[in-house]
């Protein structure tokens, strides 16, 4: 089954601890994406990647980081940088060949700063 | 800059058809979407349209593209309890193929029986 997963799917931490968000595809997709959504707003772009090693700020990226050491894989870190980090969580896959640019979403990660 | 505007809500009685409208700035805008986000699950891509056409029908869905006026429509034929969700349009940047989509804040769709 080809997919788009992410976990876990409910996250709690404690202030000034920084959190790790798993996001893995195996749709041999060449970018992959991180949105974050709060309540009655749209998809925020925090940080994305178009090739292995390489990445690009968002509209949001600030007390975010991310890698992408491997194609499947693009962790996000949420660090204690960041002022108000609870949010529903998205990441995103897609293959920039071709032009279409359809995104393929993961389930999300409801992440709960305590 | 690039902006996506939606209405917030629209309501409706099931079998009823349902029409949630999109209006977008970039006028280099490739490809237009639309997608659909149940309550606390990703989104799911229900259809998109190529910038040179100006309708595409997908069963119950016809979207709709007046690109001199920007404008983008789905409407959903029929509508049913099961399609109570949040429905995002969504443009991809024209310059570069960045892969970058900018979204609209999301239309919630009720659907009363």
């Known amino acids: 089954d080809g997919g788009i997963t992410q976990s876990p799917k409910y996250l709690f931490r404690k202030e000034g601890q920084n959190v790790t968000l798993s996001c893995e595809q195996n749709l041999n997709h060449d970018a992959m994406y991180w949105y974050r959504q709060d309540p009655g707003q749209g998809l925020r772009l925090i940080y994305y990647s178009q090739i292995v090693n390489d990445f690009q700020k968002g509209d949001i990226a600030e007390g975010y980081s991310v890698s992408r050491e491997k194609k499947e894989s693009f962790p996000l870190t949420v660090t204690s940088a960041q002022k108000n980090p609870t949010a529903f969580y998205l990441c995103?896959?897609?293959?920039?060949?071709?032009?279409?640019?359809?995104?393929?979403f993961g389930p999300g990660t409801r992440l709960t700063v305590l | 800059g690039e902006d996506v505007e939606q209405s917030l809500f629209l309501s409706v009685r099931e079998g009823d058809s349902s029409v949630i409208n999109c209006t977008y700035t970039d006028s280099s805008s490739t490809y237009l979407y639309w997608y659909k986000q149940e309550p606390g699950a990703g989104l799911q891509l229900l259809t998109y349209i190529f910038s040179n056409m100006d309708m595409k029908q997908d069963q119950r869905l016809t979207v709709l593209l007046n690109k001199k006026d920007k404008h983008l429509s789905l409407r959903i034929a029929d509508t049913q309890t099961g399609d109570s969700a949040i429905y995002f349009c969504?443009?991809?940047?024209?310059?570069?193929?960045?892969?970058?989509?900018?979204f609209g804040q999301g239309t919630t769709l009720q659907v009363k029986p």
């Open positions: 995103a896959s897609s293959i920039l060949a071709g032009g279409g640019n359809e995104q393929f």
């Open positions: 969504a443009e991809s940047m024209g310059s570069g193929n960045t892969g970058k989509l900018i």
